[in-house]
C-alpha cells in the first residue's frame, strides 16, 4: 500500500511540475522565476527551482608563447560550458527562506575537470568536473516588506541571513546575475577577491538586507577563507591573511524609479524595457592583514580596502510605435589591497606556457590572461539598445551592445583599454537567447610596454528556466 501510494505522490507531483513548466515555457514575459510548487493556497509557502546554461563556442587569440594540449597556438577554437547551474529556494513561512545554489563553471576541452584529473581517459583533463555549492543561506525577515495586514509596502524593512553568501557589496556588478547580463558575461575584475579569499565570490558570514522607502541597503560580516602566497618581491603585496580576520562589505543604492526585488542576492543585468530604472549606489569590502609584501626582506601586512560607485540606467522607450530600451550601466572602482598588488587571469584559458618560446612574452602568461585587478583604478561603462520588434508578435528581438574599461593600476606604468562589442539575439528573452562578443584585451610584454592588442570572439548558447 505504501509503495501505491509513493507511486501515486510521485505521479502527481510530476504531472504538477510538467503543467507549471508547459504554462511558464509559453510566454517569456509571464515567465515568473522558474518552476514553483505551492505548498499552501496563499501561495506563501512553495519550493522554486531554476535551472540555467551557458554554452561557449570561441575562437581567441592566445598570447604569445602558448602551448594549448602540448600543441603551440596563436589561435584556438573551443566549445566548453561558462557556466551550469541549479538555485532551489524555499520559503517555509512568510518571515523564513532558504536558498541553495549550486553547479560547475569554466569546463574547456582541456581543463576545468574534477579534481586530479589529467591526461587521458575516464578522468583526462577538462572531464567530470565536481559540483560545488555557490551558495547555501537561511534568513528570517523581521521586519517585512509588505504589511502582512493591510497588504500596503513598508517603508523600512529588514532581513537577517547567514551562510555562503552573495550579499558582498563593492558595486551592482559584484552581486550581477548570471541570467541576464548585459554584455556576454562578467568583466570578472568586479569580483575583487575571487577564489582568491572567496569561494567563487561568496564568503561564510552574517548579513542585513533591506530597504527605507527607495535606499536599498546590504551588509555583511564574513571570514574570508585562507590565502598564503609567500611575497617573493620587495614592495608587492600578495594574498597572505594569515588567521583571517573578519571583512566587513556593504552596498546601498537609491532607486529613483521603479523598485527593484532584493529576494536574492542577484541584480538584473537589463531588464529589457520591463522596468523604468535609475539607481546611484556605492560600496565597499574591507578587511585588516588581507595581504602581504616584502619590506626590506621582512614582512608586513596591509589592509584591503574597496571602493565603488555607480549608476545604472534601464529606460524603455518609444520610436514612432516601435517599443525599444536604453540600458546603461557606468562605475568607478578605486582599489587597495596592498603596494603594488596586481593579478592575472584570462576566463576559460586554454593556454600553458611554452618552454621552447624564445620570443618577447606577456606579462600575464599565456592563453586569454590580461591584467585583471590590482591596487588602483578602475573605470567601466556598457550601454544596449534594444531594438523594436520585426512584427507584432514577434518575440525575436536583437540587442546591440558595447563596453569600455580603463583600467589604471599601480603594477603597470601603461593603463590600460579594454573593449567588448556584441549583440544578444532574443529568442524567448533572457529564457532563450543567442549572444555574440568581440572582446580586445593589450597585450602587456613589460609594465610600461604594450604591444597590441589580442581579440577573443565568442558566441554564448543559453537556455534559463
Not at 501510494?5 to 510521485?10: D, G, R
Not at 551558495?135 to 497588504?151: C, K
Not at 558582498?168 to 552581486?175: C, P
Request: net charge positive; charged share 15%.
Amino acid at each position: 500500500m505504501f509503495r501505491r501510494f509513493k507511486k501515486t505522490i510521485l505521479c502527481a507531483v510530476g504531472a504538477y511540475c510538467v503543467g507549471v513548466l508547459s504554462v511558464q515555457g509559453q510566454n517569456a514575459p509571464e515567465y515568473n522565476g522558474g518552476l514553483k510548487i505551492k505548498l499552501n493556497d496563499k501561495e506563501d509557502y512553495y519550493v522554486r527551482f531554476m535551472f540555467w546554461n551557458q554554452i561557449w563556442a570561441r575562437h581567441t587569440e592566445q598570447n604569445p608563447g602558448t602551448l594549448v594540449n602540448n600543441t603551440p597556438q596563436e589561435r584556438s577554437f573551443d566549445i566548453g560550458a561558462r557556466r551550469l547551474r541549479l538555485l532551489a529556494m524555499a520559503q517555509l513561512s512568510p518571515r523564513f527562506m532558504i536558498m541553495t545554489h549550486f553547479g560547475i563553471n569554466s569546463q574547456t576541452f582541456v581543463g576545468g575537470g574534477a579534481a586530479g584529473s589529467g591526461g587521458t581517459g575516464n578522468y583526462g583533463a577538462g572531464k567530470k568536473p565536481g559540483m560545488f555549492f555557490h551558495d547555501f543561506t537561511s534568513e528570517y525577515t523581521l521586519f517585512p516588506a509588505v504589511n502582512a495586514l493591510t497588504g500596503e509596502k513598508n517603508t523600512f524593512s529588514l532581513t537577517f541571513g547567514a551562510g555562503l553568501h552573495y550579499w558582498l557589496g563593492v558595486s551592482r556588478l559584484t552581486m550581477a546575475s548570471t541570467t541576464n547580463f548585459l554584455t556576454l558575461d562578467s568583466p570578472i575584475f568586479s569580483f575583487p577577491t575571487v577564489d582568491q579569499s572567496d569561494q567563487f565570490v561568496r564568503m561564510y558570514g552574517v548579513y542585513a538586507k533591506g530597504k527605507v522607502d527607495k535606499l536599498e541597503y546590504r551588509l555583511s560580516v564574513n571570514k574570508p577563507f585562507a590565502t598564503n602566497l609567500v611575497p617573493e618581491q620587495e614592495n608587492v603585496a600578495v594574498d597572505n591573511n594569515g588567521v583571517s580576520k573578519p571583512s566587513v562589505a556593504g552596498y546601498f543604492e537609491y532607486q529613483f524609479l521603479d523598485q527593484e526585488s532584493n529576494t536574492l542576492p542577484f541584480k538584473v543585468g537589463t531588464y529589457l524595457g520591463q522596468k523604468r530604472m535609475f539607481n546611484l549606489g556605492v560600496g565597499f569590502y574591507t578587511q585588516q592583514d588581507g595581504t602581504k609584501s616584502l619590506q626590506n626582506d621582512h614582512l608586513k601586512s596591509h589592509d584591503i580596502a574597496l571602493l565603488a560607485g555607480d549608476v545604472f540606467i534601464d529606460l524603455p522607450f518609444y520610436l514612432g510605435s516601435k517599443e525599444m530600451a536604453l540600458t546603461s550601466y557606468s562605475g568607478a572602482y578605486r582599489y587597495d589591497f596592498g603596494p603594488n598588488y596586481l593579478r592575472h587571469s584570462g576566463t576559460m584559458n586554454l593556454g600553458t606556457a611554452n618552454p621552447a618560446y624564445d620570443g618577447p612574452r606577456s606579462i600575464s602568461g599565456p592563453g586569454n590572461a590580461r591584467p585583471m585587478q590590482g591596487t588602483g583604478d578602475i573605470y567601466y561603462s556598457q550601454a544596449g539598445l534594444l531594438l523594436p520588434r520585426l512584427g507584432q508578435q514577434d518575440k525575436l528581438r536583437l540587442q546591440p551592445f558595447m563596453a569600455y574599461t580603463r583600467k589604471n593600476l599601480e603594477a603597470l606604468e601603461k593603463g590600460g583599454n579594454y573593449w567588448d562589442f556584441g549583440s544578444n539575439l532574443f529568442i524567448q528573452q533572457h529564457n532563450a537567447k543567442v549572444s555574440f562578443q568581440y572582446s580586445l584585451r593589450p597585450n602587456y610584454l613589460a609594465t610600461d610596454q604594450i604591444d597590441g592588442n589580442r581579440g577573443e570572439f565568442i558566441v554564448q548558447f543559453q537556455t534559463f528556466l
